[in-house]
């Protein structure tokens, strides 16, 4: 299934106008991944420090333009909130009255650092690229939208 609105333009291609972007929040930065015009692919952005984040998505917006924002949801393995989704909160109220006609979905992200570090592995990345952890919440990030894409 196709998301967002495609057009057919009058040489038979498709023009998507809507993506999907990701987000990993944390206190001090947030990985990014958005989807492919055809919402299907989750790519990964980078990081950006969360002081500077409402910018960032602003300028996403401008140049490629997306309709939604999924924001990973840590879950402690009890259920209960972990303690950074209050911040998380916060943000999302920030974020609605900046973009007011943006979807926000939310997404478990249990497990997703382990996620990432494995396929970081597995894609053969060094030590040392395992070690830095904006590389791990970029790519959490990109599995956070590819499981919402997949459901």
Not at 23 to 46: Q, V
Not at 76 to 93: A, H, P, T, Y
């Amino acid at each position: 299934m196709i998301r967002g609105q495609i057009n057919a333009s009058a040489n038979n291609t498709f023009a998507a106008v809507k993506r999907t972007l990701a987000l990993d929040f944390g206190m001090k930065r947030c990985g990014l991944a958005i989807s492919d015009p055809l919402g299907m692919i989750a790519n990964g952005l980078d990081t950006e420090p969360t002081v500077t984040l409402m910018d960032r998505l602003r300028k996403l917006d401008r140049d490629q333009g997306f309709y939604k924002l999924v924001i990973g949801k840590p879950t402690r393995m009890n259920g209960e909130e972990s303690s950074v989704e209050q911040n998380i909160k916060l943000f999302i109220e920030s974020f609605q009255k900046v973009f007011p006609d943006k979807e926000i979905a939310r997404m478990d992200e249990r497990f997703t650092s382990k996620l990432a570090m494995n396929a970081m592995i597995s894609a053969g990345a060094k030590k040392s690229q395992r070690k830095e952890k904006g590389n791990i919440d970029k790519v959490s990030a990109t599995i956070i939208l590819q499981e919402y894409l997949n459901k």
